[in-house]
């Protein structure tokens, strides 16, 4: 795994056989650092936003009271609006209240890309921080 900050490149192995192609120096031109093995090595790339858990809370409150689960349900960030039992009209009405909780508007794409309760903390933190 590679990371950068300011000027400087860290990395760690992934694997014993992990070795970059490029010595490092007190300088380095980050655009032209490249991790062959690493791009091999993976099968895809996730990039992960992680909402403040009071943001998460909140979906989870709107979700259960939504679908009407009982208080003992657990709801997480992970949780599959499918698999809480939610069809295409409760994702419809959950996203709606979540619009009217934080004051925000979902477009149509976006709200389609939303699958789980951490999918739905993320776009709203995301269209909060756009309308401040």
Known sequence: MASVTGTSVSMSSLSSSFKPTLALTSRVNLNSVSFPLLRSNCGRLQVSCAAKPETVKKVCEIVKKQLALP???AV???SKFAALGAD???TVEIVMGL???FGISVEEDSAQSIATVQDAADLIEELVAKKA
Do not use: V
């Open 99 to 101: 619009e009217e909780q």
């Open 88 to 90: 295409s009209l409760d």
């Open 76 to 78: 997480t960030g992970e």
């Open 71 to 73: 208080e003992d349900h």
